[in-house]
């Protein structure tokens, strides 16, 4: 096996992509990003350290789930607030050390 960037390196599926969520980090050089679409074959997820999916199980072997961010999901009005539910799961290889 070849040695990893240090760089991490990101796949974006399309609910995170659609979130808007590169346009928050576009400009950081402390990791990279791909929104590549339609990815068939699991070795193509291998050039990956860190998967942002709408799915809760990881696309591939390898990952882990890391963690997960909520998002809207309606408002209930009877109490006043704003419910959540989880929109977008990251997965980590789990031969990566954890960033924090």
Excluded at 11 to 24: D, E, K, L, M, P
Aim: proline content about 6%.
């Amino acid at each position: 096996r070849k040695q990893r960037n240090p760089t991490p390196y990101i796949h974006i599926a399309n609910i995170a992509a659609i979130s808007g969520v590169t346009r928050f980090g576009q400009d950081e050089k402390c990791y990279r990003y791909s929104k590549e679409e339609h990815i068939a074959d699991p070795k193509d997820f291998e050039k990956f350290d860190f998967l942002l999916s709408e799915e809760r199980a990881p696309p591939v072997e390898g990952f882990e789930l890391w963690f997960l961010q909520e998002g809207f999901a309606g408002m209930d009005l009877a109490r006043l607030r704003v419910k959540t539910k989880p929109v977008v799961y990251v997965h980590k290889r789990k031969t990566v050390r954890n960033l924090v």
